[in-house]
């Protein structure tokens, strides 16, 4: 299988797998003080925390483990929103958010909150200036993205960040700045200071770690409150017991992460420019969605596919055991075309078309090019069978 | 629910049956929108002297299933009086696929529609049998049994979704009912516009979550 979905999930590394076994077999215990078994897994965590901590210059008691990417973000926009006292309170995202974060936008929305949807330009990129113009008093959570997941665009989260500053410093109150980092963190560095993050989640399945665990982190001072309760033994922000394993798996995926980022990033930035490089040599009208060049993650390219449509293109590479994702409404569990590509100013039916490649450092040379004489004769088959034409033909 | 496909899809998808343009055919019709997803072509070769259908080609602007349900059609079709063919039902054409998942039963109301469409066509224009009735609720209500409920596949007349029709010179208003924030509302709405909009005479469509 050439697995070319790496956005979705990752392959848990085989010395993530290893680490997992003996935090399951050898070292199964709760996290708790005084016995050796108990101090041990607390010390598993505490490692963790202190990885992850140190990798994004936080401290260790910054960084909380959870569920899920999914559940940081709830964690994070419920439990900060819900502790600012602030009078008619806004909220202020993007359009092509996760859709975790939209979720949780759309659910505060339900609950009186107003929902400020930051626009992007073509190349999927925040437009900063409507972000500067709609912080004010009333503003209780500002949340953003690292990378945008359908389109692999790099956001300016630091330049964000100095915006939401000079905003909280005008109102006298800080403006709690969210990160969704999940799909960043594979090819992206980030410093928690330097971008002035108040909250940033992480997801382990993203970087080779196992489904089932992510992170949190909450700067010291930031206000929040749980949003589930129970045993606070490991962290009242997320209480009950702590998902060793996982934790155990996910620090494994972050050492190996780090022991060979640059190389790794560098060496995904070369397929994706071979795979880009070879569908623009071999195949006519296609769009690529999302910035070219330097503005693009390593791990990510998107091209739309014109006249044909995505799901089908996605089922005839799959036949070939080669996985992709496609933007296409026909493959949505909702029938409509991708928000991010519509929010990037494309019509149904380019949207329609479109094929998302995310890479691993895992993927090979031989994998983008198979992946690449496969997609050629794919296009052209069902091009050849569609009502929609090429304009000169 | 994981939603798969039947073997039977993925072989037509592979391998569709009557892929391809006919020249000169004696009725064409193309039904969907590249708009709203999907779109087919059904072309028609009939000997006019049994009405019978000696071949049937279409071409597919769409999905998996919609290249499926576009061969089976068509091989359903193939060899059949015009009558015959003109009454195989979305039904019949998703059963011999083995089935479709709900969320996909729209795109056999599509090829069966396609069909039909390249069938009434001909029928007119040789035969003289207008399809075209008049602009009123009983037509608006036809029309919308085309619209089907995507997570069950069944169309929302028979769901009893549709709570007022009006007509206003050629202003059409259909009232649906359906959770505001139902996932499945706008492609909803796209459809029950695109649909009622083919019916001769409307000048406009409506439509509103009441």
Excluded at chain 1, 29 to 47: D, I, K, M, N, S
Excluded at chain 1, 169 to 174: I, P
Excluded at chain 1, 252 to 267: I, P, S
Excluded at chain 2, 142 to 147: A, D, I, R, T
Aim: with cysteine; proline share 4%; charged share 25%.
């Amino acid at each position: 299988m050439i697995y070319l979905d790496n956005f979705r999930s990752t392959m848990v590394a085989p010395e993530v797998w290893a680490a997992m076994r003996t935090a399951a077999i050898d070292e199964y215990a709760v996290p708790a003080a005084f016995t050796q078994c108990g101090t041990g897994a607390a010390e598993l965590v505490e490692r963790a925390q202190n990885r992850l901590a140190a990798a994004i210059g936080a401290s260790q008691n910054e960084v909380v483990f959870t569920g899920s990417g999914t559940e940081a973000i709830n964690i994070a926009l419920w439990g900060s929103t819900w502790a600012q006292a602030v009078d008619k309170p806004e909220i202020v995202t993007s359009e092509i958010e996760y859709p975790a974060t939209l979720a949780v936008y759309k659910a505060l929305e339900k609950e009186g909150y107003r929902a400020h949807y930051i626009k992007v330009d073509g190349e999927g990129k925040y437009d900063l200036d409507q972000l500067s113009s709609v912080l004010n008093e009333h503003t209780a959570m500002v949340s953003l993205m690292g990378v945008n997941h359908m389109i692999g665009t790099i956001e300016p989260l630091a330049e964000a960040g100095t915006i939401i500053a000079e905003a909280s410093q005008h109102v006298g109150r800080r403006i709690p700045y969210h990160v969704d980092f999940a799909s960043a963190l594979q090819t992206q560095r980030l410093d928690v200071d330097a971008v002035k993050a108040d909250l940033v989640s992480f997801s382990s399945n993203k970087i080779h770690g196992p489904k089932g665990v992510g992170a949190l982190y909450v700067r010291k001072g930031t206000k929040i409150r749980p949003i589930t309760f129970g045993s606070e033994s490991y962290s009242p922000l997320v209480p009950g017991t702590p998902n060793t394993m996982g934790i155990a798996g996910f620090d494994k995926a972050v050492e190996l992460l780090y022991a060979t980022f640059d190389k790794d990033v560098e060496h995904m930035l070369g397929l994706t420019n071979r795979l880009a490089t070879g569908i623009r040599e071999h195949i006519p009208y296609i769009l690529l969605n999302g910035p070219d060049g330097a503005g693009r993650a390593a791990s990510h390219l998107c091209y739309s596919f014109l006249f044909i449509e995505g799901e089908a293109i996605m089922m005839f590479l799959d036949m070939d055991h080669i996985v992709v994702d496609t933007g296409s409404a026909c493959a949505a569990a909702t029938l409509k075309p991708n928000y991010i590509l519509m929010a990037i100013g494309r019509n149904h039916e380019e949207a329609h078309g479109s094929i998302r490649f995310t890479l691993s450092r895992y993927s090979t040379e031989a994998d983008v090019d198979t992946a690449l004489a496969k997609l050629v004769p794919i296009v052209e088959r069902l091009r050849a069978q569609s009502t929609i034409r090429p304009p000169a033909q | 629910m994981a939603i798969k496909y039947t073997t039977k899809v993925i072989e037509h998808f592979k391998n569709p049956h009557n892929i391809g343009v006919i020249e000169n055919a004696d009725a064409c019709a193309t039904e969907g929108s590249p708009a709203c997803g999907d779109e087919i072509t059904v072309y028609l070769k009939i000997d006019k002297a049994t009405d019978r259908i000696e071949d049937v080609k279409f071409q597919s602007y769409g999905c998996a299933s919609n290249i499926a349900t576009g061969s089976i059609i068509t091989d359903l079709a193939k060899g059949k009086t015009i009558d015959e063919a003109e009454a195989i039902t979305w039904k019949q054409a998703a059963d011999e696929l083995g089935g479709l998942p709900p969320v996909k039963m729209h795109c056999s109301v599509l090829a069966v529609d396609g069909l039909r469409s390249a069938i009434r066509k001909y029928k007119k224009e040789m035969k003289g049998i207008d399809y075209d009735s008049t602009l009123d609720v009983k037509t608006v209500t036809e029309e919308l049994k085309h619209v089907l409920w995507p997570p069950v596949g069944v169309d929302i007349i028979t769901l009893k979704m549709v709570k007022y029709i009006g007509i206003d010179q050629g202003a059409v208003r259909v009232e649906i009912s359906v959770g505001s924030d139902d996932k499945f509302l706008d492609p909803t709405i796209n459809e029950i516009v695109e649909h009622v909009s083919k019916i001769r005479g409307v000048k406009s469509v409506n439509v509103e979550n009441v």
